[in-house]
């Protein structure tokens, strides 16, 4: 069985876009809206002769239990499947309070946790950047997604954690 590596976090932070630009491909679902992925959606990676299986998380049962009960669910099932987990956040958003309920969970875990700061598309984000590390999962990684800024950096880190 090939090692799993969960990317979990808020709606809209960018989980789908950072899961296209790991694949080099155009498969999971980016959407405006916030939930637009259905449940949890697995896709067969490969990053410097390494194979894994990459795990897209988000949507939630609207009325369920809540966005943040649902994101917090998602995060201890990542924890449980996944050997490595990807926590992403939104960079120019900062930290919010549903980032630290998730960090606190993901701080429990065994398995390594790296922390994704996402939506770092220029220099002049990099102190936003710094601000995460009030996460406790140590020193964040600084993407952007969309245009590939740095993501061979966490890739690195992705598989020496496998
Ligand atoms: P998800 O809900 O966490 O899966 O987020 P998506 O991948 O669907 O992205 C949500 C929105 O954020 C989309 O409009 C993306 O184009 C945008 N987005 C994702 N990554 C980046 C990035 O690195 N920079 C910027 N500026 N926007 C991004
Ligand atoms: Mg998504």
Not at 54 to 60: A, Q, R
Not at 83 to 103: I, K, S, Y
Not at 123 to 141: K, T
């Amino acid at each position: 069985p090939q090692p799993v590596v969960a990317v979990v976090g808020r709606p809209n932070v960018g989980k789908s876009t950072l899961v296209n630009r790991i694949l080099g491909r155009r498969e999971a679902v980016v959407q405006d809206t916030p939930g637009v992925t259905r449940d949890r959606i697995s896709y067969d990676a490969t990053w410097r002769g390494r194979r894994f299986t990459l795990v897209d998380t988000g949507g939630w049962e609207p009325g369920a239990s809540g966005l943040q009960a649902s994101i917090t669910a998602q995060a201890e099932r990542a924890m449980s499947e996944a050997d490595v987990v990807l926590l992403v956040v939104d960079a120019v958003v900062g930290p919010t309070a549903t980032d630290e309920a998730v960090a606190k969970v993901l701080r429990r875990s065994k398995r390594p946790v790296l922390l994704v700061a996402n939506k770092v598309d220029s220099e002049s984000l990099l102190p936003e950047v710094a601000s995460l590390w009030s996460l406790g999962l140590g020193e964040p990684y600084a993407v952007s997604a969309l245009h590939g800024r740095s993501s061979g950096d966490l890739l690195d880190a992705v598989v020496d954690a496998l």
